[in-house]
């Protein structure tokens, strides 16, 4: 294809807005859109010729880019743009936002510079090569090989190959703000640290109007030619503050007057807030602060992945989208994971309220020389442009010591180790590492700054006392937690390195999820139930100020998301619980602790208590009484009843942990239950600060299962079918519950009691607890166990359906059955099963797992069937005290669960009198 001018009209550009809104100038042209494009891939050259055509700025691997083709080598695109820019004499620069990896950019043939890195924002002034007066040609070459020597950061979900950021055009004066960094302090004092460019020397006036109106200062300045330095300090009177819960900006413009240099206009803003750390009463370690006050950091692993655009979201409305679904679960920051974000989506956590932790993009092979240069350089960038984002709190330098070890070869090359050595953590690349930390919290002391984000317990030097873990299983994560609050402490070596020792810096967990810590990883299952003990863990310790939680969406091998990839919805159960209850309960600055384990079984009738704490890390309750109601209730065969209850006043008074004067102290009930302690803490106003629960397994103790109701009631455990006609047929918890996959029948043979024992049958009805089955490749063809190495951190097919682990969590996608019932070939019910979930609601399905680290269809649950037998029926069982009982199911399968299993303690029951 010639050379041509590729026209998109302005509805089909992709991303029109201005890319960057914290630093907007108006005279620009967005370059989104239509490109001819060609690829020379590692493997074959490819023609000379621009034979296809390419959406900018989507990755040439993505499926909105147009291309599609992940494979590694030169993308080539051309455009041909006519503008010319308002004011006669103007700058003009091309921007990139970002491009992956080694750029170079011709326009009219005139080469405009080159750029390596694939994540900073880059910029080539073409005044000299632009013509206002024909078409411009845009040439530009992106090389990406994937060299071990780039900073790639975790792209295996989908490669950021070629321009993957917007690109536009901009118009600038001769003088211009080319920079301007605001640093603030609580008091309203802000500091701004300008850069300013000029072609030649002169005075100009700077001027500062922000916060409508709140903000009018003016200075005058001398310029030399080229870059200047420039500070510029101004007060702001009752200042408002920037925080998640009132996420203030003080939006406006910069202005440059430079007399016949021109007249320069940004657009820009800064909120006023200080991160920091402090300790507090007689504490001897810190907590995160923010504005002076302790804050705890609700957080999520954000990997910033979507499946058609990869790392470019295809719109603005899903940026902002992104960080809308993060604030309703009631979390106030995310940790953006081995890369920074993009600038617009940064925008709307300062607009909407969410603070982010944000990393810098890892390499994956030595950390040489070479290495290092290419990552220092791509740091600064990503610093320099993401200043002014108030939302930014923290700077993560490194993650989980990736791209850090040296790898054997070459430790044997240089005489340091034997062949046979492993990948080691040098003592000189940890020197790097705090030389990176000490360099970070020298430009940017306005933020803390982690010096690696560790796995191994082999920290340096931070500002965050940091850890991950992957573990699974009440009694574990609780072991594992308190192992680590009692080793964090001034001078202990746990969790450093090199013979480091811990300061008093913040303890935060800063990844943690049941995505690993299970044999063949966790594939794709419920979550609910880990979580909220989880949480409960966490808050019971005054030492931990926060967590990561892996992560806010699924990925493309990791199923460990709050949401589906696609933004769809899974459902925790805790509402089957506490009316009301969700997950931002759990998230809550004001919390009740329940230090017990999720579920307990206990005998009917047994009286219990169960101790509480409580935790505060916001002071707007405090001074006040709050009020927690407690009641114990359970499902008595589907009629929810109300055991003991009670309200308890708090002194809510004081940060952090503490405990509640009494543990609560109730009778369980007397019979075969599912008993749920439910708190909902209130202030005095009726609002509801946070709600919680724990269940317990009450057992009747007899062969028989007692429940409240009139009549003999008759069990047949469900594994007890005496025929079954399904394709596919297995047991599941522990025998507790069976499954029939696709169309089928289980049959089952109930004896009543004789006559001796009761004379005259004059009623029966049926009770069990059934759902859909869905079928998946394990059920068909076995599951198979997949070695989780470090391919799963660049996109390695999870195979998640042979996973022995998965176990679809409930979520938007249904799965439906219909099922009839019928007693001695006679129908006598049938109902519609909508799903087959799996989350909290089937705690009994959780507390009869055998293996912490082995999910067995844990988190599944049904729906309570009720039959009541027709008269005539039961006039022939007053006969023949026995029947054949059959429970059909349409191709949505069947599944049916025991005393042991589901959310109901009951087996196939007959109740009768």
Same mark, same amino acid.
């Given at each position: 294809?010639?050379?041509?001018?590729?026209?998109?009209?302005?509805?089909?550009?992709?991303?029109?807005?201005?890319?960057?809104?914290?630093?907007?100038?108006?005279?620009?042209?967005?370059?989104?859109?239509?490109?001819?494009?060609?690829?020379?891939?590692?493997?074959?050259?490819?023609?000379?010729?621009?034979?296809?055509?390419?959406?900018?700025?989507?990755?040439?691997?993505?499926?909105?880019?147009?291309?599609?083709?992940?494979?590694?080598?030169?993308?080539?695109?051309?455009?041909?743009?006519?503008?010319?820019?308002?004011?006669? +004499?103007?700058?003009?620069?091309?921007? %990139?936002?970002?491009?992956?990896?080694?750029?170079?950019? /011709?326009?009219?043939?005139?080469?405009? &510079?080159?750029?390596?890195?694939?994540?900073?924002?880059?910029?080539?002034?073409?005044?000299?090569?632009?013509?206002?007066?024909?078409?411009? *040609?845009?040439?530009?070459?992106?090389?990406?090989?994937?060299?071990?020597?780039?900073?790639?950061?975790?792209?295996?979900?989908?490669?950021?190959?070629?321009?993957?950021?917007?690109?536009?055009?901009?118009?600038?004066?001769?003088?211009?703000?080319?920079? !301007?960094?605001?640093?603030?302090?609580?008091?309203?004092?802000?500091?701004?640290?300008?850069?300013?460019?000029?072609?030649?020397?002169?005075?100009?006036?700077?001027?500062?109007?922000?916060?409508?109106?709140?903000?009018?200062?003016?200075?005058?300045?001398?310029?030399?030619?080229?870059?200047?330095?420039?500070?510029?300090?101004?007060?702001?009177?009752?200042?408002?503050? /920037?925080?998640?819960?009132?996420?203030?900006?003080?939006?406006?413009?910069?202005?440059?007057?430079?007399?016949?240099?021109?007249?320069?206009?940004?657009?820009?803003?800064?909120?006023?807030?200080?991160?920091?750390?402090?300790?507090?009463?007689?504490?001897?370690?810190?907590?995160?602060?923010?504005?002076?006050?302790?804050?705890?950091?609700?957080?999520?692993?954000?990997?910033?992945?979507?499946?058609?655009?990869?790392?470019?979201?295809?719109?603005?409305?899903?940026?902002?989208?992104?960080?809308?679904?993060?604030?309703?679960?009631?979390?106030?920051?995310?940790?953006?994971?081995?890369?920074?974000?993009?600038?617009?989506?940064?925008? /709307?956590?300062?607009?909407?309220?969410?603070?982010?932790?944000?990393?810098?993009?890892?390499?994956?092979?030595?950390?040489?020389?070479?290495?290092?240069?290419?990552? @220092?350089?791509?740091?600064?960038?990503?610093?320099?442009?993401?200043?002014?984002?108030?939302?930014?709190?923290?700077?993560?330098?490194?993650?989980?010591?990736?791209?850090?070890?040296?790898?054997? @070869?070459?430790?044997?090359?240089?005489?340091?180790?034997?062949?046979?050595?492993?990948?080691?953590?040098?003592?000189?690349?940890?020197?790097?590492?705090?030389?990176?930390?000490?360099?970070?919290?020298?430009?940017?002391? *306005?933020?803390?700054?982690?010096?690696?984000?560790?796995?191994?317990?082999?920290?340096?030097?931070?500002?965050?006392?940091?850890?991950?873990?992957?573990?699974?299983?009440?009694?574990?994560?609780?072991?594992?937690?308190?192992?680590?609050?009692?080793?964090?402490?001034? &001078?202990?070596?746990?969790?450093?390195?090199?013979?480091?020792?811990?300061?008093?810096?913040?303890?935060?967990?800063?990844?943690?999820?049941?995505?690993?810590? #299970?044999?063949?990883?966790?594939?794709?299952?419920?979550?609910?139930?880990?979580?909220?003990?989880?949480?409960?863990? %966490?808050?019971?310790?005054?030492?931990?100020?926060?967590?990561?939680?892996?992560?806010?969406?699924?990925? *493309?091998?990791?199923?460990?998301?709050?949401?589906?990839?696609?933004?769809?919805?899974?459902?925790? +159960?805790?509402? &089957?619980?506490?009316?009301?209850? *969700?997950?931002?309960?759990?998230?809550?600055?004001?919390?009740?602790?329940?230090?017990?384990?999720?579920?307990?079984?206990?005998?009917?009738?047994?009286?219990?208590?169960?101790?509480?704490?409580?935790?505060?890390?916001?002071?707007?309750?405090?001074?006040?009484?709050?009020?927690?109601?407690?009641?114990?209730?359970?499902?008595?065969?589907?009629?929810?009843?109300?055991?003991?209850?009670?309200?308890?006043? $708090?002194? /809510?008074?004081? #940060?952090?942990?503490?405990?509640?004067?009494?543990?609560?102290?109730?009778?369980?009930?007397?019979?075969?239950?599912?008993?749920?302690?439910?708190?909902?803490?209130? !202030?005095?106003?009726?609002?509801?600060?946070?709600?919680?629960?724990?269940?317990?397994?009450?057992?009747?103790?007899?062969?028989?299962?007692?429940?409240?109701?009139?009549?003999?009631?008759?069990?047949?455990?469900?594994?007890?079918?005496?025929?079954?006609?399904? !394709?596919?047929?297995?047991?599941?918890?522990?025998?507790?519950?069976?499954?029939?996959?696709?169309?089928?029948?289980?049959?089952?043979?109930?004896?009543?009691?004789?006559?001796?024992?009761?004379?005259?049958?004059?009623?029966?009805? $049926?009770?069990?607890?059934?759902?859909?089955?869905?079928?998946?490749?394990?059920?068909?063809?076995?599951?198979?166990?997949?070695?989780?190495?470090?391919?799963?951190?660049?996109?390695?097919?999870?195979?998640?359906?042979?996973?022995?682990?998965?176990?679809?969590?409930?979520?938007?996608?249904?799965? @439906?059955?219909?099922?009839?019932?019928?007693?001695?070939? @006679?129908?006598?019910?049938?109902?519609? $099963?909508?799903?087959?979930?799996?989350?909290?609601?089937?705690?009994?399905?959780?507390?009869?797992?055998?293996?912490?680290?082995?999910?067995?269809?844990? &988190?599944?649950? +049904?729906?309570?069937?009720?039959?009541?037998?027709?008269?005539?029926?039961?006039?022939?069982?007053?006969?023949?005290?026995?029947?054949?009982?059959?429970?059909?199911?349409?191709?949505?399968?069947?599944?049916?669960?025991?005393?042991?299993?589901?959310?109901?303690?009951?087996?196939?029951?007959?109740?009768?009198?």
């Amino acid at each position: 294809m010639a050379a041509q001018a590729v026209q998109t009209s302005a509805a089909s550009v992709p991303r029109p807005e201005y890319p960057r809104p914290d630093w907007q100038r108006r005279d620009w042209l967005n370059l989104n859109g239509a490109w001819s494009f060609r690829l020379e891939s590692e493997n074959e050259s490819g023609s000379a010729e621009f034979d296809a055509e390419i959406v900018v700025p989507f990755s040439w691997a993505s499926p909105l880019s147009g291309i599609g083709r992940d494979e590694r080598g030169i993308g080539w695109y051309k455009r041909e743009v006519s503008w010319t820019p308002e004011a006669a +004499g103007s700058l003009v620069f091309l921007r %990139f936002g970002a491009v992956d990896y080694r750029c170079d950019v /011709w326009v009219n043939g005139t080469h405009a &510079g080159s750029h390596s890195g694939g994540y900073g924002e880059f910029e080539f002034d073409v005044t000299a090569a632009w013509q206002t007066d024909a078409p411009n *040609t845009i040439m530009v070459r992106a090389e990406d090989y994937d060299r071990k020597s780039q900073t790639r950061g975790k792209q295996g979900y989908g490669e950021i190959r070629g321009i993957w950021q917007p690109v536009w055009l901009e118009a600038r004066p001769q003088a211009y703000v080319q920079q !301007a960094k605001f640093v603030t302090k609580i008091d309203g004092t802000v500091q701004a640290n300008l850069i300013i460019a000029a072609s030649k020397a002169g005075e100009a006036s700077l001027q500062f109007n922000f916060g409508d109106g709140a903000v009018c200062h003016a200075e005058n300045v001398s310029l030399a030619p080229g870059g200047n330095l420039v500070g510029v300090s101004f007060q702001v009177e009752d200042p408002q503050l /920037w925080s998640p819960e009132t996420p203030y900006l003080y939006e406006g413009e910069i202005k440059l007057a430079a007399g016949d240099g021109g007249t320069d206009a940004v657009t820009t803003y800064f909120g006023i807030r200080e991160v920091g750390t402090a300790l507090f009463g007689d504490r001897n370690y810190r907590w995160v602060t923010l504005n002076g006050k302790p804050v705890y950091l609700n957080g999520t692993l954000d990997q910033s992945f979507h499946e058609t655009g990869f790392f470019t979201y295809p719109t603005d409305d899903e940026m902002r989208d992104e960080i809308y679904l993060a604030k309703r679960l009631g979390l106030n920051f995310v940790r953006i994971h081995i890369k920074p974000e993009e600038p617009r989506k940064l925008y /709307w956590a300062d607009k909407l309220g969410m603070l982010i932790m944000e990393d810098m993009p890892c390499f994956w092979g030595n950390p040489d020389e070479p290495t290092r240069a290419a990552y @220092e350089r791509e740091a600064k960038e990503i610093i320099d442009r993401d200043f002014n984002h108030p939302s930014i709190f923290s700077w993560i330098m490194f993650n989980e010591t990736w791209g850090l070890r040296t790898d054997a @070869e070459t430790l044997a090359l240089t005489g340091q180790a034997g062949d046979q050595a492993v990948a080691t953590y040098l003592p000189e690349t940890q020197e790097w590492v705090r030389a990176m930390y000490r360099w970070a919290k020298s430009v940017d002391p *306005t933020r803390l700054v982690e010096d690696n984000s560790p796995c191994n317990y082999d920290k340096v030097e931070s500002d965050i006392n940091t850890w991950h873990f992957y573990i699974n299983g009440y009694e574990q994560v609780r072991a594992h937690v308190t192992e680590v609050v009692e080793k964090t402490y001034p &001078g202990s070596a746990f969790n450093y390195a090199g013979g480091n020792v811990q300061s008093d810096a913040p303890l935060l967990n800063s990844e943690c999820g049941n995505v690993w810590g #299970f044999v063949s990883g966790a594939g794709d299952s419920d979550l609910a139930w880990h979580y909220r003990y989880m949480m409960n863990e %966490f808050r019971r310790h005054d030492k931990m100020c926060g967590f990561v939680f892996t992560e806010l969406r699924d990925v *493309t091998n990791e199923f460990n998301g709050y949401y589906r990839l696609d933004g769809g919805e899974k459902f925790f +159960g805790y509402e &089957g619980f506490v009316p009301g209850m *969700t997950l931002a309960d759990l998230h809550a600055p004001d919390f009740i602790v329940i230090d017990a384990p999720p579920c307990q079984t206990a005998q009917a009738g047994t009286r219990l208590s169960v101790p509480l704490l409580k935790s505060s890390y916001s002071d707007r309750y405090h001074g006040q009484k709050l009020l927690l109601g407690w009641e114990l209730w359970h499902d008595n065969l589907g009629t929810r009843v109300t055991g003991d209850r009670g309200v308890i006043e $708090l002194d /809510w008074n004081g #940060f952090g942990v503490k405990a509640i004067h009494a543990p609560i102290a109730f009778d369980l009930p007397k019979q075969d239950a599912l008993a749920v302690l439910a708190l909902t803490l209130r !202030a005095a106003d009726g609002t509801v600060v946070t709600r919680n629960f724990v269940t317990f397994d009450v057992r009747g103790g007899g062969e028989t299962p007692v429940y409240d109701a009139d009549g003999r009631f008759v069990a047949v455990p469900v594994t007890g079918f005496a025929e079954q006609t399904f !394709a596919y047929q297995w047991n599941a918890i522990q025998e507790g519950k069976t499954n029939g996959g696709r169309a089928g029948a289980f049959v089952y043979d109930v004896r009543l009691p004789d006559a001796g024992e009761l004379p005259l049958l004059r009623h029966a009805d $049926l009770y069990f607890e059934a759902s859909a089955k869905r079928l998946l490749a394990r059920n068909i063809e076995g599951a198979r166990e997949k070695a989780h190495g470090i391919d799963f951190m660049h996109g390695a097919d999870a195979a998640v359906e042979y996973n022995a682990n998965t176990y679809y969590m409930t979520d938007d996608e249904r799965h @439906e059955s219909r099922i009839r019932v019928l007693v001695d070939g @006679e129908e006598v019910a049938s109902f519609l $099963l909508p799903d087959n979930p799996a989350d909290s609601q089937g705690a009994l399905s959780y507390q009869y797992q055998e293996v912490h680290n082995k999910l067995d269809e844990a &988190g599944s649950y +049904g729906y309570l069937c009720k039959v009541v037998l027709p008269s005539s029926i039961v006039a022939k069982l007053d006969r023949s005290r026995a029947f054949k009982l059959t429970v059909e199911a349409d191709e949505g399968g069947l599944a049916l669960y025991g005393r042991n299993a589901g959310r109901y303690p009951i087996d196939i029951l007959v109740n009768v009198n």
